[in-house]
Nanobody, 123 residues
Framework: QVQLVESGGGLVQAGGSLRLSCAAS????????MGWFRQAPGKEREFVAA???????YYADLVKGRFTISRDNAKNTVYLQMNSLKPEDTAVYYC?????????????????WGQGTQVTVSS
């Protein structure tokens, strides 16, 4: 079993920055790929970014160049640095753990999910 707790969400003006954190406990964190997904009201959950156990990174086109995912295995934590935020980035952001190692851009391949943290970007 893995518990994931997100933090760092909030309200920010367009052009601003936020850093999300996701603290993991339970099963060995370093064996997992970790991902960030988001869901805006009335929309489906979508992939944002992922990082493999070997620290390879993957990004959705919409966030490439603005968001950076990283992990600290010593702290069992994954981060999402979000810069140049836009109102369309407003959503609940979820972190998730994938122990299969494949398909890290697809939500269906993830085994565990956090509760989410709200990010609101005002124009």
């Amino acid at each position: 079993q893995v518990q994931l707790v997100e933090s760092g969400g909030g309200l920010v003006q367009a052009g601003g920055s936020l850093r999300l954190s996701c603290a993991a406990s339970g099963r060995t964190f370093r064996d997992s790929a970790m991902g960030w997904f988001r869901q805006a009201p009335g929309k489906e959950r979508e992939f944002v970014a992922a990082i493999s156990w070997g620290s390879s990174t993957y990004y959705a086109d919409l966030v490439k160049g603005r968001f950076t995912i990283s992990r600290d295995n010593a702290k069992n934590t994954v981060y999402l640095q979000m810069n140049s935020l836009k109102p369309e980035d407003t959503a609940v952001y979820y972190c998730a753990a994938n122990f299969g190692g494949l398909g890290v851009t697809r939500s269906t391949t993830y085994d565990y999910w956090g509760q989410g943290t709200q990010v609101t970007v005002s124009s």
